[in-house]
């Protein structure tokens, strides 16, 4: 059911993409639905080219016979659609539960509009009942852990902070760094944690995407529905 809900709503995205245009393209599951319309139409003759966000959604874009390039190659897109983990009613984001947070922020902010697709459960009033993804470099990761724990004392903030994959067999992204996720519950405040968070040196990029994401198309029993900011600010 989620499932076929995640392919509606990428289906929908696909309808906004025009011949002419540079789109940047999201991982994970929602986006492989993406990826999977997105190659029909070009099949069908529309004429795009394509900025993958990880090697995985590179080599079903090749299969499906997308056009790619590097955004060094093409370093403004037109736009970018991408899953996400959580979205808020200001379409503050949680991302990086596949682990491409980092290209997928990249990419985004290089990107004129940022659509998000998802099924209803991703939908929330308040972040972080999703693991907080955070993406750390591999050197003096000890000394980081104790900068995030004192960023999360700071932000009033409790909760675990897990090391994805274990010590002894961790999860390593595309970039070559590991991911924290951090248990918090709730995000009260996410602008001033991403900030707080950005100040720590071994922290490579967060999962809080803010003032990124355009509009969303959440696909529920009743139809996809279009999101847009409530307020104005982010
Ligand atoms: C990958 C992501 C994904 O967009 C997010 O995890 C949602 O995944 P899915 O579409 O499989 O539910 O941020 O880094």
């Known amino acids: 059911m989620s499932d076929d809900l995640k392919r509606q709503a990428a289906e929908r995205a696909v309808e906004d993409v025009t011949s002419?245009?540079?789109?940047?393209?999201?991982?994970?599951?929602?986006?492989?639905?993406?990826v999977r319309a997105l190659g029909q139409k070009v099949r069908d003759g529309l004429d795009v080219v394509g900025v993958p966000t990880s090697e995985k959604t590179h080599a079903l874009a090749l299969k499906e016979g997308i056009s790619l390039a590097t955004l060094d190659e093409i370093p403004h897109l037109d736009l970018t659609i991408d899953g996400a983990d959580e979205i808020n009613p200001d379409l503050v984001l949680i991302k990086g539960g596949g682990g491409a947070l980092l290209r997928e922020k990249i990419v985004a902010a290089?990107?004129?509009?940022?659509?998000v697709i998802a099924d209803g459960t991703k939908v929330v009033e308040a972040l972080g009942q999703f693991p907080l993804p955070i993406e750390v470099n591999k050197f003096g990761l000890g000394a980081t852990m104790i900068a995030l724990k004192s960023v999360l004392d700071q932000n009033d903030l409790q909760g675990e902070l897990e090391l994805r994959g274990g010590a002894d067999h961790p999860f390593v992204t595309d970039g070559g760094h590991y991911i924290?996720?951090?248990h918090l519950g709730k995000i009260p405040y996410p602008a001033t944690l991403a900030d707080d968070l950005n100040a720590i040196p071994g922290v490579v990029e967060h999962g809080l995407f803010i003032g990124l994401a355009t509009k969303a198309y959440i696909a529920a029993a009743d139809g996809v529905k279009t999101l847009t900011k409530v307020s104005g600010e982010n």
């Open 20 to 34: 002419g245009m540079k789109i940047g393209i999201g991982t994970g599951s929602t986006a492989e639905h993406f």
């Open 110 to 115: 290089a990107s004129g509009e940022m659509i």
């Open 180 to 182: 924290v996720d951090a």
